[in-house]
Structure formats: structure tokens, C-alpha cells
């Protein structure tokens, strides 16, 4: 393959433009960096909840996929016109989603993000694959995107919601659920919380 990059900085940049995979140069905050941006965090993320040790195997291999997965998206969004994601790449998010969400309890309350640091960090990481989600549809306004694009941070959402269930449990043993009825900090306990 060679050398992919000899030289880590290039100044091309000092000015507020970068250049996408067929040349073309933008503004850094053009919308398809905002989208390819928020994939490569969601992958980061993904790969603080890896270097947590002692995860189980499956999530192990299942994680490591999606980083691979989430490379390429990012290559689709950076080279326009290019596609990579496939209705494929969707109906095995699904297949591992129902596979892991088979065996946890019924949600009969919110969840709130934490439980070990693996399940928090994969918290996170679903909620930046949300917001590349948001910031794919915001591009689509203007340009053409696959749709399969944002299917895929969509279903990696709610992959990565139900892995931070199955991490909360095997860092913890339970999850953190959000108790609706708590009093906000400075209010007396005799005293109606108001809406």
C-alpha cells in the first residue's frame, strides 16, 4: 500500500478550507465535514469503550466491526459520490441488535447514561452517532446523500444504546435508572415539585 501519509501536517489548511477525497476544496465548516466530523468522533468514542479491559468477546469483535464500518461511511461522505454503505451494513445492525436485546429486561423507565466506564463511554458514543446522524440529514438538504447513509447511524444508535445495557450489566451488574419523581436540588421535601 505504501505510504499513505509522509508528511502529518501540510499548511493547506491554516485558512479554513480542507480538501474532500476528489479535490475539491471547502470551508472547514462546510456541512459534509460536520458529517464526516461527527462519524470519525462516534468512531473515537467507540474506541475509548475497546480500551476499557476485560469486555466480553462478542462486543469485542461486534465494536471493532463497526469502527471499520464507521471508517468507510466517513470515506463515503468525504469522497462525493462514492458509495460504500449498503442495505447490507443495515440488516446486520439489526440482526445484532435483536440478538443482544433478547435477553435484557423489559424498559419500563429511561436509562441514564453511565453504569462502568465502558457503558458510559458507549453512551456517548450513541449520542454522537445521533448528532452525525442530524448532521447527514442536514447535508442531504443540499446534496445527495444515500440513503442508506443515515439508516446506518440511525440503527447504529439504537446498536450502541442496547451494548451500553449489555456493558452496564457486565461492568455493574444494573443500569442507572432515571427516577422521575426526584425533588430538584433545593427544593424542600414537603414542597410539590412544579411543571
Known amino acids: 500500500m505504501g505510504n499513505r501519509l509522509s508528511k502529518i501536517y501540510t499548511r493547506t489548511g491554516d485558512r479554513g478550507t480542507t480538501g474532500l477525497g476528489d479535490g475539491t476544496r471547502v470551508a472547514k465548516t462546510h456541512a459534509r465535514i460536520e458529517a464526516y466530523g461527527a462519524t470519525d468522533e462516534t468512531n473515537s468514542v467507540l474506541g475509548m469503550v475497546l480500551a476499557v479491559p476485560g469486555l466480553p468477546a462478542e462486543i469485542v469483535e461486534l465494536l471493532t466491526r463497526l469502527q471499520h464500518e464507521l471508517f468507510d461511511l466517513g470515506g463515503e461522505l468525504a469522497v462525493p ?56 440529514w442536514l447535508l442531504a438538504q443540499n446534496e445527495s446523500i444515500a440513503a442508506e447513509v443515515p439508516q446506518y447511524l440511525n440503527r447504529l444508535s439504537d446498536l450502541l444504546f442496547v451494548v451500553a445495557r449489555v456493558l452496564a450489566r457486565h461492568e455493574n451488574g444494573t443500569e442507572v435508572l432515571w427516577n422521575h419523581q426526584r425533588k430538584p436540588r433545593g427544593a424542600r421535601h414537603d414542597e410539590p415539585v412544579k411543571d
Open 81 to 136: 459520490g462514492y458509495r460504500c454503505i449498503t442495505a447490507e451494513h443495515i440488516a446486520r445492525l439489526e440482526q445484532a441488535l435483536d440478538r443482544l436485546n433478547a435477553p435484557l429486561p423489559a424498559l419500563k423507565e429511561f436509562i441514564l447514561p453511565g453504569g462502568g466506564p465502558a457503558a458510559a463511554a458507549c453512551h456517548l458514543a450513541r449520542t454522537i452517532a445521533r448528532r452525525a446522524e442530524r448532521r447527514v
